[in-house]
């Protein structure tokens, strides 16, 4: 076991405790049961449930059932998964309420947004089903040896999935929907504070007639992560989260020779170099960062102005996100919610804190809200140097950083200064340039004259700090895959 896994996910100072009493305990011959598996709710700070935490023997249990279910379920037909998917994509359509119910307590995210979220799962999920058969289907090739071949796409065995609580519906879709196409089967480790709807949806699975050992949720601690990893019936280990978190896990993947795909952190850059319609930028930007509280990797968090327009875009950009309200997330009115816990308000302060020290300016908010919940006011800063934490690391937040710039090259410079390479927006009306310029822009996706967008159809995944792979799209089916040669000697 690797004490280094206490990097696998942001957890809660009291999670970090009981990990190490669960470290303490084992290391004296016991195996005990530590609810590290609790939903706080941010916007009031109280408990409201607790799960156990998963024993060594029943992780154990756990790999044993899910690599039997392998073998039998790798031989279904894609007739069969079509359809269990579009039955699971039905049964979030149908349960829709409850669902939203469910994360709104856990991380703090409206109702309009939660209900968005399940919407797009209900997508991904049928995307799949519809596209997944012709996906997999055989590629023949061409070759000047003798016969016939081709590459049959085919399961590989069991897979981790390790997720985060900021989209905890989506970022388990994204996993689960390719590779129950693909014939494999699953283990899931969900984010400490998302049991409720870790346990919602392997019930789905479940109610759309998934064998029950072929998806299987575990409440399981990071060391047993490593042993997890490390054991040889699994073949691979899927990661959403920080950048801490996937540098853990590949270390460990490395070592025993498993695939990974990492979707990490990001700092993505929106470039304003020109626009005829500067009111409908701002709005765009605006939404761009403020999308789940600003909780979003590839959110948009440093914008990259030109000089010609900066001094009239900050002005906007700020009297636009100083009109957001924070609150009850429950209520229609309220633009954003809490953060998701009550460390990630205080790591945001003092990430504020350290520019303001060094000479960044507030140009709104910028501080906590009073009262109980883990609440931030919306924020802008500009003035933002090398030296500050806000220039290098990722907000996640509400809070902006506006640039200043002289032109393209300076912007895609500034743009590129960051060991984060997820997303990137570029606006401007000279349509040549925008494409130069996502050439020559650091990551895995552009956006041009639009904010960030998506779609089951559509790949996503980063370069540099930002991980390795991607998910959705044609390409995401294709990470956990045997890419098998066939050949035959006859041309038949």
């Known amino acids: 076991m690797s004490p280094t896994l206490c990097d696998i996910v942001d957890l809660e100072i009291f999670v970090k405790a009981a990990e190490e009493s669960l470290r303490l305990c084992r290391s004296r011959g016991r195996d005990i049961n530590v609810s590290l598996y ?71 995210k409206t109702t309009a947004e939660a209900l968005g979220e399940i919407g797009f799962v209900a997508d991904i ?44 519906y989506y970022q388990v879709a ?37 064998p029950h050992d072929v998806y299987i949720n575990i409440f399981a601690t990071n060391e047993h992560v490593a042993d997890i990893i490390a054991d040889p019936r699994i073949s691979g280990v899927s990661v959403t989260g920080s ?10 993947a490395g070592q025993n020779l498993k ?27 605006v939404s761009a960062r403020m999308e789940n509280g600003g909780q979003a990797c590839n959110a948009s968090k440093r914008f990259i102005v030109a000089d010609s327009i900066y001094d009239e875009f900050v002005d906007r950009f700020t009297a636009a996100m100083a009109s957001c309200t924070t609150g009850d997330p429950t209520d229609p009115d309220t633009t954003y919610g809490p953060l998701s816990s009550e460390q990630a308000a205080r790591n945001l302060q003092e990430q504020v804190d350290d520019a303001v020290s060094k000479g960044a300016i507030v140009r709104t908010g910028g501080r906590r809200v009073a009262g109980p919940g883990a609440f931030f006011e919306p924020s802008v800063l500009t003035d933002v140097k090398p030296g500050m934490r806000a220039f290098r690391e990722e907000l996640f937040g509400p809070v902006a950083v506006v640039y200043r710039v002289a032109n393209a090259d300076e912007a895609v410079a500034l743009a590129n200064d960051t060991p984060y390479g997820l997303g990137a927006s570029v606006y401007t009306s000279d349509e040549a340039l925008a494409l130069d310029m996502a050439d020559r822009i650091d990551t895995g ?32 089916i294709e990470e956990f895959v045997n890419k098998k040669l066939m050949h035959t000697p006859s041309k038949a």
């Open 38 to 108: 609790q939903v706080v709710n941010p916007a009031t700070g109280e408990t409201e449930s607790e799960f156990p935490t998963a024993t060594d023997a029943s992780i154990d249990d756990a790999i044993a059932r899910v690599h039997e279910a392998y073998l039998s379920w790798r031989t279904t037909s894609k007739t069969e998964r079509t359809e269990i998917l579009h039955r699971v994509a039905d049964l979030y359509a149908e349960r829709a309420d409850a669902l939203a119910t469910l994360i709104t307590r856990e991380m703090g």
């Open 125 to 168: 999920y049928n995307y799949y089903a519809d596209e997944g058969p012709a996906l997999l289907a055989d590629t023949p090739l061409q070759s000047k040896t003798e016969g016939a071949a081709w590459v049959r796409k085919a399961p590989v065995g069991p897979i981790l999935g390790i997720m985060p609580w900021n989209y905890p």
């Open 174 to 210: 994204r996993f689960s929907a390719p590779n129950i196409m693909i014939g494999n089967t699953m283990l899931l480790k969900h984010a400490p504070q998302c049991p409720e709807s870790a346990t919602a949806m392997e019930q789905i699975f479940h109610d759309a007639g998934l």
């Open 243 to 252: 950048e801490r978190a996937g540098t853990a896990v590949a270390a460990i």
């Open 259 to 285: 695939k990974v795909v990492l979707e990490l952190g990001g700092s993505d850059p929106f470039i304003v170099l020109d626009t005829d319609n500067l009111e409908k930028v701002v709005g765009e930007a």
């Open 445 to 476: 996706m552009v956006w041009i004259n639009t904010p960030e967008g998506g779609g089951a159809e559509l790949p996503f995944g980063g370069t540099k700090r930002s991980g390795v792979g991607r998910e959705l799209g044609p390409y995401g």
